[in-house]
């Protein structure tokens, strides 16, 4: 398992995002606070404090063209 933390700043922020988890095969959750939802899923996104960095963990170690594909998303430590 990996994790990174990603910043999700508009709508299309979000569509995009799940656009691009949506074509890997893997599971990824985003985790805020106490709460953990599916990355696939934009209603659980908008679940979120989107104001917030929100913590994304993916499921698998052979993830780095996705990671790659999210670095515009990323947020820098």
């Known amino acids: 398992m990996k994790s ?7 709508i299309n922020d979000v569509k995009n995002f799940v ?19 599916d990355a696939k899923s934009i209603m659980g996104i908008f679940s ?3 104001a917030k960095p929100i913590k994304v963990e993916i499921y698998s170690d052979n ?5 790659d594909e999210i670095k ?4 820098e430590a």
């Open 4 to 10: 990174t933390v990603i910043k999700l700043d508009t």
């Open 19 to 37: 656009n691009t988890v949506s074509k890997y095969d893997f599971d990824v959750d985003l985790v805020s606070g106490r709460y953990a939802v």
């Open 48 to 50: 979120l404090d989107l």
């Open 63 to 67: 993830c780095q063209q996705f990671l």
């Open 72 to 75: 515009g998303f990323v947020q």
